[in-house]
Nanobody, 128 residues
Framework: VQLQASGGGSVQTGGSLTLSCAVS????????VGWFRRAPGKEREFVAG????????????YYASSLKGRFTISRDNAKNTVALQMNSLEPEDTAAYYC??????????????????WGQGTQVTVSS
């Protein structure tokens, strides 16, 4: 399984960005894809996740409570990508963002250790 994250960039406070995570390789019918971020000098932080069931064609999103509804995670079935739409960005959102895949599909998994596969980071910089 390979993941490739893209879409990072620099925006001003209040701006928006959409990150994309392309998933390739063999996956099971159920798995979770999560977005995490790491700011300089801080611990890696869970941002959002989506529980995917390809047999039932369902995708259920869950979020870190601290985001207050500013971020939306979604899946594009045709492209096999997972997007993270980020609105009302703040300087505190500046970080390297990573997507990762949990093949065991633990319910609402947020623990980075449950995510076996990781993409490279994409940098998001929000200036005031």
């Amino acid at each position: 399984v390979q993941l490739q994250a893209s879409g990072g960039g620099s925006v001003q406070t209040g701006g928006s960005l959409t990150l994309s995570c392309a998933v390739s390789g063999r996956t099971s019918t159920t798995y979770n894809v999560g977005w995490f971020r790491r700011a300089p000098g801080k611990e890696r932080e869970f941002v959002a996740g989506i529980a995917i069931n390809t047999r039932l064609n369902t995708a259920n999103a869950y979020y870190a409570s601290s985001l207050k509804g500013r971020f939306t995670i979604s899946r594009d079935n045709a492209k096999n990508t997972v997007a993270l739409q980020m609105n009302s960005l703040e300087p505190e959102d500046t970080a390297a963002y990573y997507c990762a895949l949990d093949p065991a599909a633990w319910p609402t998994s947020r623990d980075p250790q449950r995510f076996r596969y990781w993409g490279q980071g994409t940098q998001v910089t929000v200036s005031s």
